[in-house]
């Protein structure tokens, strides 16, 4: 059981058909997490940028997968995607709160994909 730390996962499952990872960790909380998801908020600095503020919008995702998931220590896992990004390391705590804020996080992730597609069909001039 959890005391001051992150939760663990018990349990970390690759739905490749549907597109999510299934988590459960040591508190009772369960989580589908959409592969592009993952992807446009990997934990890597090619998404993350270099600090806050500096966040690079990650477009054209819509279909990606994941390859495998690799065990880093007894932290985090590594997902490799099949557009040959794998540089995220995905600590149980990230994991946790990407579950926990996915209906913020996604909502502001379609509020700026809806806001950058905009952009790119304005006529130059």
Not at 80 to 107: C, I, M, P, Q
Request: proline fraction near 6%.
């Amino acid at each position: 059981m959890t005391t001051e730390q992150s939760p663990i996962p018990t349990e970390i499952r690759l739905r490749s058909r549907s597109r999510l990872l299934a988590v459960t960790f040591d508190d009772g909380s369960r989580f589908e997490l959409p592969f592009e998801y993952l992807r446009v908020y990997s934990p890597s600095a090619e998404v993350k940028g270099h600090g806050p503020g500096h966040e690079v919008l990650v477009l054209g995702k819509e279909n990606v997968g994941i390859r495998r998931i690799e065990p880093i220590g007894q932290y985090a896992v590594r997902l490799v995607f099949d557009d040959g990004h794998d540089t995220g390391l995905y600590s149980w705590r990230y994991l946790y709160e990407l579950g926990r804020d996915y209906e913020k996080n996604w909502a502001r992730y379609l509020e700026r994909r809806a806001a950058a597609t905009r952009k790119e069909d304005r006529p130059a001039g």
